[in-house]
Structures are given as structure tokens and as C-alpha cells.
């Protein structure tokens, strides 16, 4: 995997540099006189990336090599850290206006050695007395015992160890809590300290230089890149059949032989039938079994098989097509192999297998074949392709449906298992004693035919219930490296994957097995990551992200599951196991109480706690507990953690046992915290310190936590979750320091994002659900939602406090190209309402015309904007909402021909409701508490064969439409 390791090392240091990639973090370390400190440390970042390019061109070694790059990977991780650590205080100094060292430092040679001391005592001074973790390790001896007392300066680097490498004082904030986890919140008063942050950049770029040498040293002795080893470990498959018995599969082995020889395909042309599933579902297996059955053999008079493998060579193809048919008379008179083959397959009922396709690179090349081989006169010649990869079978298949395999029923795994097992389906009686513990086995390998011969061979080598238990336990089919195993054929599907998508499956094992997840769920964890880079200014982490779900999805590694309507993604646990095996140098998943067992990586950079089997636990058990933690702080270096996650609740108890263990977590860049029933600070008692959180979630059903009011500090985060925050909510007054937010999801109200002050300095959010007009004095006017140009969704509440067009044209709605949801609200329950007023403000409100889901409520004045009416301006609309508005103009919607669902509610001078012809696309339409409305209105080129109003039996105004509701219309 030193492919992986080599991609690994080439991303970190794309992260890396990312701070100094535009010039304003360089710049503003120019006014700290720091500058050459930032330029050098980007050169030696430069270097490094050019080595890694030219390392990518080389054939390299095994997996000393691999570690190398985990070296080099972790000195580039320091620069990470540290540049994003001066990139938090260039956001801090322009936020707070904080430009003295710029000044300091014009002031002279003199001034500059008094401020440099300064820097240096704050260094050894100030960064001791301000360690906020209460249980921090004190010095130990007297004070008069020279002899005890480390060096100074040794103290001062370990205590800014602990710090992050960043100096802080703290003071007391507020209280959060009940009684049984009192905590007091610090946030922290941030200093600069130059000399620390210079003698740090020298050591990284001491590190970096000494790395990238010996790599260049290595690289010297490496011959250019060949054959990608991949491609050598795909293994040939023939058409004779390798599992003499199939299980689970007959019935849909004699399915596919009914429809070749008698059924559905006899009569037709050339018919392409794939095959899909993930790897090890016996793909190959169920077709070596229709391949050799006499019934096929008696039907075709030309059986042919082409093990394809990774990639779909034309030329290939057509040659093995031409070994495998007999010769014809004059055949030298074909010019090319295409032509040869049309001659000889000419007058043939064929039936051509194409195993284990994994890539089709050349869609021409596919086409060709097909038209090569649908020359035969004969009816019913059969194609069959395996692949593991949906895409593919969508591409080559000429069936409205594939086959597709998944895990065998469980009555014919076992069978399958036991006859691997014992030889036989049946276990002896002597053997009784393995079955409750086999079963547990097989429950762990989802019915998969390849993982059955896999962990089958392993147990059959001893039937002891030490050695079952022990297979059982430590999963020792992952650890299986014959080609024809398990995880090396998961392997390969890995492999196969480009190097961003390999990324966000491997982290996806942060997640317990079987775990159902939402697409933001997935996404927030691979944008706190920053695995998800934007191409283009188009493109936001959201696009990006679902392109990746849906790639993995394609490719078998997570499939849908449709639950109340939303989608969610589930991966099959043998993947989840691959995921754990291809991310262990970086990830570990720890379920508790099993921590002894791990094995634990001085690597592991991304953790998460899966609490749920925690249980009720005794001061004994909790002693063990504790016990094996400490002894894995020893391999675990949690200062180097960027990702946290927790799942299960977080108690009192469970606050206690790791509070001094992630004393020294200051990396953290993505923290989940969803089950909260104590506050963060009780377990994390840095957490107002964690400057580079990018991802934040935070979940309690306890109403009296309280939110952090330090979260208006994480300057570089991204997401912040709430969606399962029931604690009390008062949000910072500064939340909108938070310049780099993208999503702020929230419960299901939504009210957190009326709270925002100021909100107009989130240039890059992409949701603003609430926005309540004036709702103080200041911070609250349209005029904030000018600069949110990069808004998905929107809703503006109060608008009858807009009392001037100009004052609504602030919002700038038409210049929000990308908002695609939009909701106007007018206070039902008002005091007055001013007609004229209010048509003017709703139409100085005119959205985007890419504007898909339009929601009006409550507006009064007397008809529709003409943006809805006669100039219409949103042809991009699907869904249009309008409760309780006085309208006696509505909108004209024959325009609008992408209209899926129409809502009308409460509209007491709607009489009439005309039928479009564009809403052939229409699926909903409710129409509820309309007290005037009478009759249907149709186009007037349908008017003359109505007779009436009703429509003719053979017309269908509506042929897309799944629900009509019409309730409270008494007229109707």
C-alpha cells in the first residue's frame, strides 16, 4: 500500500500549503516580521511536493518505504498545524483590529531587541501560569533542588506542547450545567508569541529538509513506474467451474437458462445481460455454473469465454473471440480480426461471456464489439458480463434490468459455511459445541460466498472452541493475503478507486458497522477533513460530497436505503472491516470496554468511542477501563488527533474516565459529540482552545446544558451541528466572527438562525432558514442578506417591518445565483396591513431565476409580483407554496414546465384554478380551505371540446400526478 502512503503524504502537503496559497496570511506575517519565516517554510513545502511528484513517477518499494512516507507525513502535519495556527491569528487580529506588532516593529532596531525580550519572557513566563488543565503534572521536588529541575527552556517547549503552540490566558465565562457536572467555561484571550512560533518554524523546516533528503536519496536508486500492480493481481477466470456444488443461487441460475433458451431473449437480436455484485458474491461462480450447464451447451453452437479484468482492451477482446471459433472457408479475405469474426459468428447462435469487466475506458471500443458481434443472423445470441461495478452493467446492458447478487439467504449460508468447515453441510455431533460460536462468525460475514471459504478454510484447520473464539475475536480472516481471499478481493475494489474516493470510504470507518447515515453526515466529516476540494467557484463541499456518496454508491462500497423518506447509507460490514484495515495507519474505532485487544498505531490521527456497550460498569470495571486507557496513551499520541467522535451517551462517569486523557488534544479538527449529557468542557477542558476545529457537532436531550459560548471563537470552522442540541440555546453575540461557516444545521424550528447578529459577515453560508426583519434594533436589517451571495436556502420572516422598496431591493435577492429554496413570510397576526406597501416590497423581492421551491405566506397585497405573473421569471420552479395570501391576480404558470407539486391554502379570493399545459410534470396538488373557489379553468385551445367544464374521458391534463388532496372548498 506504499501507493497509499505516497497519496497520503501528497494530499497533507496540499493542505498545508493551502494558508500561504493567496498571499494574505504571508502578508500579514510581514507585519508581525515574521515573513521569512512563512516564505521559508512554503519553499521547503514547494520542495517536498516536487519530490513526492517525481516519487509518483517511480517504482517503489515495499513498506519501509511506506513508512517513510509516514514520517515525512507527520513533520508536513506540523506545518499544517502550524500555519493554520497563524492563520487563526491573522482572522483574530482582523476581526479585533489588532495590528501592534506591525506597528511595534517600525519603530527601530532597539525597539525591535526590547520586543523580541518581550516575546521571550512571554514565552517562558506566561505560557507556564496559563496551562488551563486543572490535573496538569506538577514539578516534582523542592524548588532549592537544582538537581530535580529540568532545563528551562525543555519546560517551556513541553509546556507549549500542551498549549497547541499557542500561548493563552484564560478567564471564567459563565456556568454550564446542573449539579452532578459543574464546569466553568474559559475562553481563551489570545497573544501572539513570535519567537516561540520562529523557533517552531526552524525545527519544522530542520525536519522537513532531512526528510524529503533521504527520500530523494531512495528515489535515486527507483527505475521508472511499470505495470500497476493492480493489474497483476486480478487472477484469470476459465469457463470450467471451480465450486462443483452452488448454493443459493438456483433460482436465479435457472432464470437467466429459462430466458437464454426458451425465454424472452430466444426471439430477439443481440442481447447484452450483466451480472453485478460486490466482490466475493460469486459472480463468476453462478456463471461457470449456466456456462457448463448441457441445456446451455445443447442451445448455443458457439460458447465463448473472455476473462477481461481491470481494463476493457478492444483488441484483446476481438483476439480471444477469434481463438475460440472454428475457422470458415475464405476467412484469408477478411482484412481485419472485426471482419473475420463477423463471418464466422454470421450464421452462429452464440453465447459470449465477458467476466470481471472493471473499466471501460473507451465507449467507442464498447460499441464496436457490439456491432461487430450483432451480424449474426441467428436469433437469441446472449452477451453475460460480470462486474462489481453498477455503472458498468447501466452502460453494456440492452435488458430493462441487471442481475444482481448480494449475500445468500442464511439457511443456504450455513450450509455453504459448515461444508467448508467440516466437508460436509452438516456439522457431527461431536462438533455441536463450535455452533454458537460459528453462528456468531457468520453473522459477521453478511452472507458472502468468498468470506464463507475464507473463514471455512480457517476454521477447519481446528475444530477447538479456543481456536473458534480466538478467529472470532480478532477477525483473523482480514489478516488472509492469498488472492483468492476475502479481503485481498475487497482489496482490489479499493485499489481500483482513485485516490480522493479511497480517502472518503477509508474515514468512513470512523462510523459504527451497520450505522445508518445521512449524506451530511458523511460529507461534514470529509469537509472538516478537507478532503473535499472545490475545482471551480461553482462548486461547493455539498456538490463535491454527493459526486463522491454517489461514486462509492456506483461502485458498491455504501448502498441506499429509503427510511421516512429520506435516504440514508448503510456500508455492508465486510467493507466496513476493509475500511478499518485500509485506514488503521490513521483511524481506530475503539468500542467499549474492548480496548486491550486493539491494536494501537502511533499514527492514529482520527478516533472515534463507540460507547453503546458500555453499560452499567462497577468501580472494578471501571478501574480496568481506566487502566488499559493509560497504558494506550502510551502508543496513542493524542496531541496529534484531528478527529474525535463519540457515539453513545457521554455521562458524568464517562467525562471522569477521559478527561485527563484528551487533556493534550488540541489538533482536533472534526469533533462529534451527539449523546452530551454532561458539558464538552467536563471531558475536553481545552475545548475553548481547539483552533482548528473545521467540524463541530454537538447533541443533548438534557434541557439544562447550556450551548458554549465559546464556539464564536473556532474561526476556522465549517459546519456546526445542533440538529440534536434539546439543551438551552443563547448563541454567542459574535457568532458572525465564524467568517468561514458553510452549514449551520440546526433543530427542527430552525430559529438558531434568527439569532444571528450581524449575519451578513457569513459571506460563505449556504442555509439561512430564519431571518426575522428587525428583530433588534441592529444587526437584523435586509441589508445583511446582501452579501450572502452563496445562500441555498432562504427564508426572510417579518417582511411587513419593510416599509420601502429600496429598503427590500437591499436583500439582493436576483443576485443569489445559487438559492434554490426561497420562503417570504408576512406575521399572519400583524396589527395592520398596508396594501400597497406590501406589493411594492414583494416585488423588489424578485429571486433568481433558478429559483426552485418558492414559499409565500401571509402577503396582502392585492395580486401576485409580476415576476409570477405575466413577466415570469422563474421558469427553474418545481414546488410552489402560497398560504394565506389576499391575492385577487395570481400567478400564470404556463411556463413554469418543470412544476412538480402545487400547494394553495387559506386563499379566500381564489374562485377559479386554471390547468396548464405545463403541468404534465405535475405530482402534488393540495388544495385546502379555499373558500371561493368554484370551478377548473382549461387553455383556450381546449375550450372548444369541453363540453362544459368537464375534460374529455381520453384527455390527461395531469398524467404524472400521484396525490390530490381537496379539502375545505365548499364551492368546489
Not at 516519487?55 to 502535519?77: I, W
Not at 437584523?780 to 431591493?809: D, M, S, V
Amino acid at each position: 500500500m506504499v501507493n497509499v502512503a505516497l497519496g497520503a503524504v501528497q494530499w497533507a502537503v496540499a493542505k498545508a500549503l493551502a494558508p500561504v496559497a493567496d498571499g494574505v496570511l504571508g502578508a500579514w506575517a510581514a507585519s508581525r516580521n515574521f515573513g521569512p519565516n512563512i516564505e521559508a517554510l512554503r519553499m521547503e513545502l514547494l520542495l517536498v511536493q516536487a519530490t513526492l511528484e517525481n516519487a509518483a513517477r517511480k517504482e517503489l518499494g515495499g513498506p519501509a518505504m511506506g513508512m517513510l512516507f509516514q514520517k515525512l507525513r507527520d513533520s508536513v502535519h506540523s506545518a499544517e498545524d502550524l500555519l493554520d495556527e497563524l492563520d487563526y491569528f491573522r482572522i483574530y487580529d482582523d476581526l479585533h483590529g489588532r495590528y501592534d506588532a506591525a506597528d511595534e516593529h517600525g519603530k527601530g532596531c532597539v525597539h525591535d531587541l526590547a520586543l523580541n525580550a518581550r516575546h521571550t519572557a512571554k514565552a517562558v513566563g506566561k505560557s507556564v501560569k496559563c496551562c488551563p488543565w486543572p490535573r496538569a503534572k506538577r514539578q516534582q521536588g523542592s524548588r532549592g533542588d537544582s538537581s530535580s529541575a529540568p532545563d528551562a527552556n525543555q519546560e517551556v517547549r513541553g509546556c507549549m506542547s500542551k498549549l497547541g503552540k499557542y500561548c493563552f490566558s484564560s478567564y471564567p465565562h459563565t456556568n454550564l450545567g446542573g449539579d452532578d457536572c459543574d464546569y466553568t467555561q474559559e475562553t481563551p484571550k489570545l497573544e501572539f508569541n513570535r519567537v516561540d512560533f520562529s523557533q517552531r518554524t526552524k525545527d519544522i523546516v530542520e525536519k522537513l529538509q532531512l526528510m524529503r533528503n533521504e527520500v530523494t536519496k531512495i528515489l535515486q536508486g527507483c527505475g521508472p513506474i511499470t505495470v500497476p500492480n493492480i493489474a497483476q493481481s486480478r487472477p484469470i477466470t476459465k469457463g470450467r467451474i471451480d465450486e462443483p456444488k452452488l448454493y443459493g443461487r438456483d433460482s436465479v441460475m435457472n432464470s437467466i437458462i429459462h430466458d437464454i433458451t426458451n425465454g424472452q431473449y430466444c426471439d430477439k437480436g443481440l442481447t447484452v445481460l450483466p451480472v453485478v455484485g460486490p466482490g466475493g458474491m460469486g459472480k463468476t461462480t453462478l456463471v461457470q455454473h449456466i456456462y457448463r450447464n448441457q441445456q446451455v451447451e445443447n442451445h448455443f453452437s458457439v460458447m465463448i469465454w473472455v476473462c477481461v479484468s481491470l481494463n476493457f482492451n478492444l483488441d484483446k477482446v476481438l483476439e480471444q473471440i477469434k481463438r475460440c471459433t472454428l475457422a470458415i472457408q475464405r476467412e484469408h479475405e477478411c482484412s481485419t480480426t472485426e471482419e473475420l469474426i463477423e463471418q464466422r459468428l454470421k450464421s452462429k447462435r452464440f453465447l459470449l461471456v465477458l467476466d470481471d469487466i472493471w473499466r471501460i475506458s473507451n465507449g467507442d471500443d464498447w460499441e464496436k464489439l457490439l456491432s461487430t458481434l450483432d451480424q449474426s443472423q441467428e436469433k437469441g445470441c446472449i452477451v453475460l458480463v460480470t462486474t462489481r461495478f453498477q455503472a458498468i452493467a447501466h452502460k453494456v446492458k440492452t435488458t430493462v434490468n441487471s442481475i444482481e447478487l448480494d449475500g445468500l439467504e442464511s439457511t443456504d449460508f450455513r450450509k455453504l459455511f459448515l461444508a467448508f468447515v467440516f466437508g460436509d453441510e452438516q456439522c457431527g455431533r461431536d462438533k455441536h459445541f463450535l455452533l454458537e460460536t460459528g453462528d456468531k462468525i457468520m453473522e459477521k460475514l453478511k452472507g458472502s460466498p468468498l468470506a464463507a471459504k475464507t473463514v471455512g478454510r480457517l476454521l477447519s484447520k481446528d475444530h477447538s472452541l479456543r481456536h473458534w473464539k480466538s478467529v472470532l475475536k480478532s477477525k483473523e480472516w482480514e489478516k488472509q493475503i492469498d488472492d483468492n481471499e476475502i479481503m485481498p478481493a475487497l482489496k482490489l475494489s479499493y485499489a481500483f478507486l482513485p485516490f480522493h474516493l479511497q480517502q472518503c470510504f477509508s474515514y468512513s470507518a470512523l462510523f459504527p458497522e451497520d450505522y445508518h447515515l445521512e449524506s451530511h453526515e458523511l460529507i461534514s466529516l470529509w469537509t472538516g477533513l478537507d478532503i473535499l476540494v472545490p475545482s471551480g467557484q461553482n462548486q461547493t463541499f455539498e456538490d463535491i460530497g454527493m459526486s463522491n456518496l454517489n461514486e462509492l454508491v456506483i461502485h458498491g462500497f455504501f448502498r441506499e436505503e429509503e427510511t421516512d423518506g429520506n435516504l440514508l447509507y448503510v456500508m455492508h460490514d465486510l467493507l466496513h472491516d476493509l475500511a478499518l484495515t485500509v485506514a488503521s495507519p490513521d483511524c481506530l474505532s475503539l468500542r467499549l470496554p474492548n480496548v486491550g485487544s486493539l491494536e494501537i498505531q502511533p499514527s492514529t490521527r482520527h478516533l472515534s468511542i463507540i460507547t453503546e456497550d458500555l453499560g452499567e460498569y462497577s468501580v472494578a470495571s471501571g478501574g480496568k477501563l481506566k487502566s488499559e486507557l493509560e497504558e494506550m496513551k502510551t502508543t496513542l499520541k493524542v496531541e496529534y488527533l484531528q478527529t474525535l467522535m463519540f457515539f453513545g451517551k457521554m455521562d458524568a462517569r464517562f467525562a471522569n474516565l477521559f478527561g485527563d486523557f484528551f487533556g493534550e488534544a488540541n489538533a482536533l479538527r472534526v469533533l462529534y459529540l451527539p449523546g452530551m449529557m454532561c458539558p464538552v468542557e467536563s471531558m475536553l477542558h481545552n475545548f475553548s482552545g481547539l483552533l482548528h476545529l473545521r467540524c463541530l457537532y454537538l447533541g443533548t436531550e438534557e434541557s439544562q446544558l447550556h450551548l458554549p459560548l465559546s464556539i464564536s471563537k473556532f474561526y476556522h470552522l465549517r459546519i456546526l451541528n445542533l440538529e440534536s442540541w434539546d439543551g438551552s440555546c443563547d448563541l454567542p453575540e459574535d457568532m458572525s466572527n465564524l467568517a468561514k461557516l458553510y452549514h449551520f444545521y440546526t433543530p427542527g424550528d430552525d430559529e438558531y438562525h434568527s439569532d444571528i447578529h450581524n449575519v451578513g459577515k457569513l459571506k460563505l453560508l449556504e442555509e439561512l432558514k430564519i431571518f426575522r426583519v428587525n428583530k433588534k434594533s441592529e444587526g437584523f436589517e435586509p441589508k445583511q442578506l446582501e452579501p450572502l451571495t452563496k445562500l441555498r436556502e432562504l427564508g426572510i420572516y417579518n417582511l411587513e417591518k419593510i416599509n420601502t422598496k429600496e429598503e427590500a431591493a437591499e436583500a439582493k435577492l436576483i443576485e443569489k445565483d445559487y438559492l434554490r429554496r426561497l420562503t417570504l413570510d408576512w406575521d399572519s397576526e400583524r396589527s395592520s396591513v398596508e396594501p400597497v406597501v406590501e406589493a411594492v416590497v414583494l416585488e423588489s423581492l424578485q429571486p433568481h431565476g433558478d429559483l426552485q421551491v418558492l414559499c409565500i405566506r401571509g402577503h396582502g397585497g392585492p395580486s401576485c409580483p409580476t415576476w409570477l405573473g405575466d413577466e415570469f421569471a422563474v421558469e427553474a420552479l418545481q414546488s410552489l407554496y402560497l398560504y394565506g395570501v389576499s391575492w385577487e391576480v395570481f400567478p400564470s404558470l404556463g411556463k413554469a414546465w418543470d412544476l412538480r407539486e402545487v400547494r394553495l391554502e387559506h386563499i379566500v379570493r381564489l374562485e377559479e384554478f386554471t390547468i396548464e399545459k405545463s403541468f404534465c410534470m405535475l405530482i402534488k396538488l393540495k388544495l385546502i380551505g379555499l373558500g371561493s373557489f368554484e370551478k377548473w379553468v382549461y387553455p383556450a385551445e381546449q375550450e372548444p371540446y369541453l363540453g362544459g367544464d368537464l375534460l374529455p374521458p381520453d384527455s390527461h391534463m395531469f398524467p404524472l400526478l400521484q396525490v390530490l388532496i381537496i379539502r375545505d372548498c365548499r364551492n368546489s
